[in-house]
């Protein structure tokens, strides 16, 4: 007898293209490459309002927990799963470290190649630690992600090779998801939705699933030439406000063009040459929202902010949107009474070195119990 006969497998999560079939560009032929990826948590924030004395809604939803540790397990699941319908034996991309760990955990998963592009020395241990752990073949380059994106654009023009970036359309057709998980678990859309903004693939993607959902077309698809298969069957009534935050050394949107020399703490948005511009532009400009940027400063103050009072231990760029958010509220930008969503787009874990150099060093006492009563006490105040 199947020892797991007796258990009921229908309401098994088997990842987002399963769950949203129906809002994929998928067939039953697609052989379907997941993690169980999607299905991640949106945690409302209690302290951080109290803290800003705000009477608003804050919930993050937190990508960090996603299979490989970030937002982009959503596109690569369709990437690759497209990668193998259409043939594929090999896949590359550029990477400022996320993307790389993302596309050899699924390679790996899909028994296909896989050839990574990073920056020499720019990117988080975590990040190198998956790209190095599933197999993948990893070239660190003397240059950036822009430098990076270049190249694997050249490259698959000769060479037999999916780019899995998110100029590969499905990429942005996985990670539209987050919006419907979203709505599904407020009922409607929030008033805002904050994000920090690198390559621009990831705004564009949100406002494609808001779009969708709420039965609109929007100018942030780049697969459908304005004609969405996807707009009957709504999840929404109404789309939110799209706000990007950008670190200040790397803010393309805001300078408002192109950046040469990038530059940030937060390693996975340093990023001066972002491919999806138009789509994020039409996202900002459709939703009525905006861009602003953050200081490495204020990044990293929000990030331990978070991991402080809440709980929640998200990489620096993902901090960009709670730091953003902070900043707007506290101006009034944002007003009393809002609901606003912030993707926390990966977990803290993923870049260990920049948490320890923010944190309190640890006290070193003999193994003795007088020397650790000591050290509680002081921190009692006892
Ligand atoms: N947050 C994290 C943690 C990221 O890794 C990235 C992008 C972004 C935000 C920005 O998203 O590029 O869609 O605007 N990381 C890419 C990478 C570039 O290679 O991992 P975006």
Redesign the pocket.
């Known amino acids: 007898m199947n020892m797991t006969s007796h258990l009921n497998m229908t309401s098994h999560y088997r990842g987002l293209i399963e769950r949203y079939r129906d809002r994929l560009p998928v067939s039953s032929d697609t052989p379907v490459v997941t993690l169980n990826e999607g299905n991640t948590p949106l945690i409302e924030l209690f302290n951080l309002p109290n803290l800003l004395r705000k009477n608003v809604r804050i919930l993050c939803k937190f990508e960090g927990l996603n299979p490989t540790g970030?937002?982009?397990d959503r596109g690569m699941t369709m990437a690759v799963s497209k990668a193998v319908e259409g043939g594929s034996k090999a896949i590359i991309?550029?990477?400022?470290?996320?993307?790389?760990a993302a596309a050899a955990a699924y390679a790996a998963r899909a028994n296909i190649r896989c050839f990574v592009l990073i920056p020499e020395g720019k990117i988080a241990l975590g990040?190198l630690s998956q790209a190095m752990m599933h197999g993948s073949v990893v070239i660190q380059i003397r240059g950036n992600?822009d430098d990076g994106m270049r190249l694997v654009q050249e490259l698959a023009e000769t060479m037999p090779l999916d780019i899995v970036n998110?100029i590969n359309p499905y990429r942005l057709q996985g990670q539209k998801t987050i919006a419907f998980e979203v709505l599904e678990a407020l009922g409607d859309a929030p008033d805002y939705h904050a994000?920090?903004?690198?390559?621009?693939?990831?705004?564009s993607?949100h406002w494609i699933g808001y779009s969708e959902a709420a039965g609109m077309a929007c100018g942030s698809c780049n697969h459908c030439d304005g004609k969405c298969p996807y707009l009957e069957n709504k999840l929404a009534t109404r789309r939110p406000i799209m706000v990007g935050y950008q670190a200040s050394g790397a803010a393309p949107f805001l300078r408002g063009h192109m950046v040469d020399d990038p530059e940030t703490v937060a390693t996975?948005?340093r990023?001066g040459h972002?491919v999806?511009w138009d789509l994020a532009w039409a996202a900002k400009n459709e939703s009525g929202g905006w861009f602003d940027e953050c200081t490495d400063e204020e990044i990293l103050r929000g990030q331990k902010l978070l991991a402080e009072t809440e709980g929640i231990f998200c990489?620096p760029?993902?901090a960009a949107s709670i730091a953003g958010v902070c900043k707007d509220l506290e101006l009034g930008v944002i007003g009393e009474g809002s609901t606003i969503v912030c993707t926390l787009?990966?977990h803290g874990l993923?870049d260990p070195d920049t948490a320890i150099e923010q944190s309190t060093k640890p006290v070193v006492v003999d193994a003795k119990r007088a020397a650790i009563e000591g050290v509680i006490a002081k921190h009692l105040g006892g």
């Open positions: 970030s937002f982009k991309c550029a990477s400022t470290g996320n993307t790389s990040k992600f998110s994000l920090p903004v690198g390559n621009a693939g990831n705004i993607a996975a948005i990023i972002p999806s990489e760029a993902s787009t990966g993923k």
